[in-house]
């Protein structure tokens, strides 16, 4: 993690086996992200209300709002989380726009897609 609140894979140390794929729509995805002009943008009380209410609701630490971008992940709204952003590549929401179900997680510690992500091995957790 760096001081502007990104963490890049090369600091972070590789990732083995969690890089996701791009999804099938990419473009459109892309093209339909930028329309709505909410990248790079401050912080909105909407969006950190969403993240506030997930956090009570579920009882975790963090909760974010995140918006995959080409290259990142970026982070609308952190509860619970310094950082502002992280690598596509080692995204756990970059697996996750590929699902047409919900994608869940149980222990990222014994799943072979997060085992040795730098946002599992190490900070936050």
Wanted: charge should be negative; charged fraction near 25%; proline fraction near 6%.
């Amino acid at each position: 993690m760096h001081g502007t609140g990104k963490m890049n894979d090369p600091q972070a140390g590789a990732c083995l086996g969690c890089a996701p794929a791009l999804h099938p729509e990419e473009a459109a995805r892309q093209a339909a992200l930028d329309a709505l002009g909410l990248l790079d943008k401050p912080g909105e009380r909407r969006f950190d209300a969403i993240t506030e209410a997930a956090r009570e609701a579920f009882g975790v630490e963090i909760a974010l709002v995140t918006l995959v971008d080409r290259d990142r992940q970026w982070f609308k709204s952190a509860q619970g989380l310094a950082l502002t952003e992280t690598g596509r590549d080692i995204s756990f929401c970059g697996h996750a726009i590929l699902a047409r179900e919900i994608f869940q997680v149980e222990n990222a510690c014994q799943d072979e897609r997060f085992s040795d992500n730098p946002l599992v091995t190490g900070p936050p957790y």
